[in-house]
């Protein structure tokens, strides 16, 4: 087990379908298939040019912006309600429950937590790296814990009511292990909201659907050179997981809502760039794919497109 930090601290919405600016990352254990835009092959964000014809678009910045720290997996996690849901899957309710959220990020899932049960006990929010947001640290039901979740979790048996995490599957050496390691630690009747995006559903209004799903498909299948792992399909697998776990599946749930806005800063332009940055040791396909983004961008200007991604979540109860 590893736990470079734990400790108690000294104190005591998204709608659905929109699109926000300020995203940030679901946590550095759930980031995801992020490629850093100065590792593409060698290639920093400057090879980067836009599409002849559309002078002035720098996808050199915003391919850099979706690899890095943070970067589209994470960011992803920002949209459509997702910590709202898997709040209200959690089922808190009654007081005293203690919650952990594992793969915690920057702690948006634990807000919802905090404002969703009537008085949580505790909210451990563990990740493998700390970026839990300042307020958080501060707010004395908060349990900040760093820890490997390849590694077996920092509980002892059957001393946590619910458990939530999302995006984190993909990322693990062993994700049927990890589900065995929610077991142990969740008391008698506990449960375990899990969820994954898949990422290989993202759905673009195109006006080239082979090459859209060409640029799906490659975007699917990278994996960074600083990350060992990496699964596209781990939403629709998760119920496979489920049902060769230890674990009562109690639900399971998908969403997938419609967003209409590709400029930058809107989720769809974000997994775009993720697309761009996955062709890139493709030169004509690289080519194509720039092409591609700007007819993208005019159906948008004109009010004809739409880009949804879905989400799966799983219940699991401990009997």
């Not at 230890?246 to 590709?262: C, G």
Request: hydrophobic share 40%.
């Amino acid at each position: 087990m590893t736990s470079a930090r734990e400790g108690r601290t000294q104190h005591g919405a998204d709608a659905a379908g929109t699109d926000h600016a300020d995203v940030e990352p679901r946590g550095t254990l759930a980031r995801g298939r992020q490629v850093e835009a100065a590792d593409i092959h060698g290639r920093d964000a400057s090879a980067w040019r836009p599409t002849p014809g559309a002078p002035g678009h720098d996808f050199g910045s915003t391919v850099h912006a979706w690899g890095g720290a943070g970067g589209v997996r994470g960011r992803y996690a920002r949209r459509m309600g997702r910590h709202e849901r898997l709040a209200s899957l959690a089922q808190l309710d009654r007081d005293g429950l203690v919650v952990a959220d594992l793969g915690c990020g920057t702690g948006r899932t634990v807000r919802k937590l905090l404002e969703t049960t009537p008085a949580p006990a505790t909210v451990h929010a563990v990740d493998h790296g700390s970026d839990l947001d300042d307020d958080l640290l501060h707010d004395s039901r908060v349990v900040s814990r760093v820890a490997d979740l390849d590694a077996p979790l920092p509980f002892d048996d059957a001393t946590i009511d619910r458990i939530v995490s999302m995006n984190v599957a993909e990322n693990l050496l062993d994700p049927p292990g990890f589900l065995r390691e929610c077991f142990r630690v969740l008391r008698p009747g506990g449960l375990a909201v899990i969820g994954h995006t898949d990422f290989d559903t993202a759905l673009f209004t195109s006006d080239d659907d082979a090459l859209t799903r060409l640029l799906v498909d490659r975007f699917v299948g990278v994996v960074p050179s600083w990350q060992s792992r990496a699964d596209g399909f781990m939403g629709r697998k998760l119920l496979r997981l489920a049902a060769d776990s230890p674990f009562e599946l109690a639900d399971v749930r998908s969403w997938a809502d419609p967003h209409r806005r590709f400029d930058e800063g809107s989720l769809a332009w974000k997994i775009a760039m993720g697309m761009l940055a996955a062709a890139a040791d493709d030169e004509e396909l690289s080519a194509r794919a720039g092409g591609w983004v700007e007819s993208v961008r005019r159906l948008a200007d004109q009010g004809r497109f739409l880009f949804a991604i879905t989400d799966v979540v799983v219940v699991l109860r401990r009997p």
